[in-house]
């Protein structure tokens, strides 16, 4: 069966400190990956997602970007991290056959901005 | 632009009742409703989806709606229990992608 994991749980960092946020999948090959983040009281923000190895498509302008440097790895980074960047960040994965697939979410990472 | 509005941000029911939670969506493009349940800080949970070729879908206790016309969906849920109380959140989807709406927060009352 098919996992997803996320590390670490909760994160707390100061402003303009770097980021690096790790999610890998497990038992597929060449998924769909997604991050997300959900502000609080807020919805699920699509930040990005990747069809391949090294294809990143940005659906929002920001100082976040992702990475995938293997099939089932998918890593949100950052330089210089914002106050607003706080949230709960959610990765999702999805077959990648295309057409009506499910997407399954990891457990989240829940970071604070200082 | 908000492509799927969930408009309801909290619903209360009783429970044994049936729960009802609403979506609408902009973009015909969409090929692929789901819906989600979540609970604070864990990821989404799936729960029910449907294609765009169909206009309901039931599993067990839930059943979901497609009104394509009215680019409408809903979720069906009978004999709600209060372990059904937490935020649903509708998406669609097309070409890969994954819009999701803002959450509506049931709250089944014992």
């Known amino acids: 069966s098919q996992t997803i994991h996320q590390w670490p749980a909760t994160l707390v960092q100061p402003v303009g400190s770097p980021l690096s946020l790790e999610c890998t999948v497990e038992?597929?090959?060449?998924?769909?990956l997604y991050w997300y983040r959900q502000a609080a009281g807020r919805g699920l923000q699509l930040l990005f997602y990747?069809?391949?190895?090294?294809?990143i498509s940005s659906e929002v302008p920001q100082n976040l970007s992702a990475s995938r440097p293997q099939d089932r790895q998918f890593i949100l980074s950052s330089k210089k991290l914002l106050l607003s960047d706080s949230g709960f960040y959610l990765c999702?994965?999805?077959?990648?056959?295309?057409?009506?697939?499910?997407?399954?979410f990891g457990p989240g990472t829940r970071l604070t901005v200082l | 632009d908000q492509q799927v509005k969930q408009n309801s941000p909290s619903l209360s029911v009783q429970e044994g009742r049936i729960s009802i939670l609403n979506c609408d969506y902009t973009?015909?493009?969409?090929?692929?409703f789901l819906w989600y349940k979540k609970y604070p800080a864990e990821g989404p949970t799936f729960l029910i989806s449907?294609?765009?070729?169909?206009d309901k879908n039931e599993d067990g206790r839930f059943t979901v709606f497609l009104n394509k016309s009215a680019k409408h969906l809903s979720l069906h849920i009978v004999s709600s229990q209060p372990g059904d109380s937490a935020v649903y959140f509708c998406?669609?989807?097309?070409?890969?992608?994954?819009?999701f709406g803002t959450g509506t927060r049931l709250k089944v009352l014992a």
């Open positions: 999702a994965w999805s077959p990648g056959t295309g057409g009506t697939d499910t997407q399954y």
């Open positions: 038992g597929t090959s060449n998924p769909n």
């Open positions: 990747s069809v391949g190895i090294g294809q």
């Open positions: 973009n015909s493009m969409f090929d692929y």
């Open positions: 449907i294609s765009s070729i169909k």
């Open positions: 998406a669609a989807s097309y070409s890969h992608k994954y819009i």
